[in-house]
Nanobody
């Protein structure tokens, strides 16, 4: 059974950094393109970044140049390094495959950017 557990969120000032981590079980990383998504209050969930099995990455325009997604196949984790955080980055962040599979949405991790 696949489980995705997000961690690393918190409260940070504008311009600060956070590193999110998504722990997976099973062989998910070897089979799927993985993505980080976020959902802000009152908004739809959106794809922020994704990484393919081969390590190719892509980012939403709103985070390109500030966020970096990576995968560690030995630890079965997907990471999201977030630099230059802005108040509009405030959201609950989730990891899932791309396209996402409904049963695998986890609890997410809250990121709040505020002074």
């Amino acid at each position: 059974q696949v489980q995705l557990v997000e961690s690393g969120g918190g409260l940070v000032q504008p311009g600060g950094s956070l590193r999110l981590s998504c722990a997976t079980s099973g062989s998910i990383l070897s089979m799927w393109t993985m993505g980080w998504y976020r959902q802000a209050p009152g908004k739809q969930r959106e794809l922020v970044a994704h990484i393919t099995i081969n390590g190719n990455t892509n980012y939403a325009d709103s985070v390109r140049g500030r966020f970096s997604i990576s995968r560690d196949n030995t630890k079965n984790t997907i990471n999201l390094q977030m630099n230059g955080l802005k108040p509009e980055d405030t959201a609950v962040y989730y990891c899932n495959s791309l396209p996402p599979l409904s049963p695998y949405w986890g609890q997410g991790t809250q990121v709040t950017v505020s002074s």
